[in-house]
């Protein structure tokens, strides 16, 4: 099992950054894919980026050129950093541990961007 636990969520002003740190604990060898998720109020969750053991990333759309996925495996450790934050980039955030037959989610920060 991969235990996981998410920080750096908290309230920015639109134009803002922040970085989300995913620290990941347990059988840190079995994973092959961190991602980092998104549910806003009344939406449907959905994936903002993912990066697998060999470093490759997957972005949606709309955060494409503005947010940046990467994972430090010496730290155990995978990061978001979010620049030109929207308003509509406010959400709950989780990170999302993917092994062959198995997945753990993290227990979420929230980003608040306000205009």
């Known amino acids: 099992q991969v235990q996981l636990v998410e920080s750096g969520g908290g309230l920015v002003q639109a134009g803002g950054s922040l970085r989300l740190p995913c620290a990941a604990s347990?059988?840190?060898?079995?994973?092959?894919?961190m991602a980092w998720y998104r549910q806003a109020p009344g939406k449907q969750r959905e994936l903002v980026a993912a990066?697998?053991?060999?470093?490759?990333?997957n972005y949606a759309d709309s955060v494409k050129g503005r947010f940046t996925i990467s994972r430090d495996n010496a730290k155990n450790m995978v990061y978001l950093q979010m620049t030109s934050l929207k308003p509509e980039d406010t959400a709950v955030y989780y990170c999302?541990?993917?092994?062959?037959?198995?997945?753990?989610w993290g227990q979420g920060t929230q980003v608040t961007v306000s205009s």
């Open positions: 347990g059988s840190i060898f079995s994973i092959n894919v």
């Open positions: 999302r541990a993917i092994g062959s037959s198995w997945n753990n």
């Open positions: 990066i697998t053991s060999d470093g490759i990333t």
